[in-house]
C-alpha cells in the first residue's frame, strides 16, 4: 500500500461549528460528532472512502481479515510504513496483548516500544487519559509534552531508525480498556492533512462498536516467527508465574507450534493440552500485515480435550503405504510427542526412532517432524467437528 501524494479533485467544505450526522446504512446505528478544527475540506474520493470503510468494517469483521481493514483504512488516510489497532496500558502506555489487536508493523517496533520507548509515550498518554488530548498528532504536540532533548532522541533513535516521519493516533476507553487506532507514514509521503485527520476521528465510534461485537479478551501473548514471544503482558506474567508448569511448556512448545502454523498458513491452528490437572485450549492465528509475521497466542480453560477423529489417520497411512511401526511413530509425533518420549511408549532404542522416522519422512515426502505433522493435520477432514483448523492434542 503506497501513498502516491494525489489528491482528488472537488473539495467539499463542512462547517465544524455544527454537528456532523453518520447513519449507517443497514444497521440502524446513529453517530453524531462535533468537530472541533476550524474548517476542513473533504475530497468526493477521501468521503468515499470513509464510507467505505464503516460498511466494510461492519461487514465483515477486522479480526477475521485484517487485510481488508487495513487496506480500507488505507482508503481513509493513506499510510505507506505501518498502521495498528490496540490495547494499550493507560499507565504506562506500553503495548499490551489483546485478542483484539491488529497489527501492521514489524515485531521489533513492538518489543522496542515496550523494552525502552514506552517513556516517551507515557506523558502523552497521560494527557489524554487526563482528557487534555482525545487524540496525538507528532509533529503538533510532541515538543509541547516532552523536553527538547527527549524529543530529539525519540525522534531519531525510535521513528528515525524504523523510518517514521508523520503519525496520527486516536486513543478512547472500551470495557476491554484503553485502544489506540494509530498510522504512520514515512518521509516520502506528506504529513496527515486536517482532512485525514478529522476523518480519522470520525471512525472511533465505529471503532468502539465494532470492538464491542468482538470474542471477550482471552490470554493471549504474541510470538515472532521463531516462536520467541514478543509481548506478554504483566497480568499474564502474573497468570502464568502462578502455573510455573503451564508457563514452561508455551515457552518451550512455542517455536514448534509457530513451525506447524507456518507449514500450514492458511488454517488456525488449535493445540489442547493439560497441565496440572487443567485443560486448555490454545489457538495460533496470524495477529497483522507486517514484512515479519507476528502471531497470536490465545488460550482458555476447557472442560474435556477433544481428540482427532479416531479413524481420521487412516486414509494418510493407507496413501503413502506406512508399515505398522511408522503409523505409531506417525501417531506419536502428531501427539507432540518428542523422540525420547517415543522410545519411552514403544519400548525401543532412541536410535531406532530415528530410523523409523527418517523412512516416514522418505514415504511422505517431507523434511521433518514439524512439516509431517501439517501434512498429517492438513489431509484430516474435520468437517463432522465443525471445526476446519488444525488440530492437536499434546
Not at 350 to 370: A, C, F, M, N, P
Request: glycine fraction near 6%; charged fraction near 25%; hydrophobic fraction near 40%.
Amino acid at each position: 500500500m503506497r501513498y502516491d501524494g494525489a489528491s482528488p479533485a472537488h473539495p467539499l467544505p463542512y462547517n465544524v461549528d455544527t454537528k456532523i450526522h453518520f447513519r449507517i446504512l443497514g444497521c440502524g446505528i446513529d453517530f453524531f460528532y462535533q468537530l472541533k478544527r476550524a474548517t476542513v475540506y473533504y475530497t468526493h474520493e477521501q468521503l468515499k472512502g470513509m464510507m467505505d470503510f464503516i460498511r466494510e468494517a461492519y461487514a465483515v469483521s477486522p479480526w477475521k481479515d485484517p487485510h481488508r481493514f487495513f487496506n480500507a483504512l488505507h482508503r481513509v488516510a493513506p499510510f505507506d510504513n505501518s498502521a495498528a489497532f490496540m490495547k494499550i496500558d493507560p499507565v504506562t502506555s506500553r503495548i499490551l496483548p489483546s485478542s483484539a489487536t491488529l497489527w501492521g508493523d514489524e515485531p521489533d517496533v513492538m518489543m522496542a516500544h515496550n523494552a525502552y520507548f514506552w517513556q516517551f509515550k507515557q506523558p502523552i498518554v497521560q494527557k489524554i487519559v487526563n482528557k487534555e488530548f482525545r487524540s496525538f498528532h507528532v509533529q503538533n504536540q510532541l515538543a509541547q509534552v516532552l523536553p527538547r532533548e527527549k524529543a530529539e532522541e525519540y525522534q531519531s533513535d525510535f521513528w528515525g531508525k524504523y523510518r517514521k516521519r508523520f503519525s496520527y493516533a486516536q486513543y478512547f476507553k472500551t470495557r476491554e480498556g484503553w485502544f489506540s487506532l494509530y498510522i504512520t507514514r514515512s518521509s516520502k509521503s506528506p504529513d496527515f492533512s486536517g482532512a485525514e485527520q478529522s476523518m480519522l476521528d470520525l471512525l472511533v465510534p465505529h471503532m468502539e462498536t465494532i470492538l464491542a461485537t468482538a470474542d471477550p479478551d482471552l490470554p493471549t501473548l504474541f510470538a515472532d516467527a521463531k516462536g520467541t514471544p514478543v509481548c506478554i503482558g504483566p497480568e499474564i506474567e502474573k497468570t502464568l508465574r502462578r502455573y510455573t508448569g503451564l508457563e514452561k511448556r508455551i515457552l518451550a512448545n512455542l517455536p514448534t507450534w509457530i513451525k506447524w502454523f507456518l507449514a500450514e498458513p492458511f488454517k488456525p491452528l488449535r493445540i489442547e493440552l493439560n497441565e496440572n490437572g487443567k485443560n486448555y485450549r490454545f489457538l495460533v492465528t496470524p495477529i497483522g500485515t507486517g514484512r515479519l509475521p507476528l502471531f497470536r497466542i490465545t488460550w482458555e480453560i476447557v472442560d474435556h480435550l477433544e481428540s482427532i477423529p479416531k479413524n481420521a489417520l487412516g486414509p494418510f497411512f493407507r496413501r503413502y503405504g506406512l508399515s505398522p511401526r511408522e503409523k505409531e511413530i506417525t501417531r506419536l509425533a502428531v501427539s507432540g510427542k518428542q523422540r525420547k518420549e517415543m522410545a519411552q511408549a514403544l519400548g525401543l532404542s532412541v536410535d531406532t526412532i530415528k530410523e523409523y522416522l527418517s523412512s516416514t519422512y522418505r514415504k511422505t515426502g517431507v523434511e521433518g517432524k514439524s512439516a509431517l505433522v501439517a501434512k498429517v493435520l492438513a489431509s484430516i477432514s474435520f468437517s463432522k467437528t465443525k471445526k476446519p483448523d488444525a488440530h492437536i492434542i499434546l
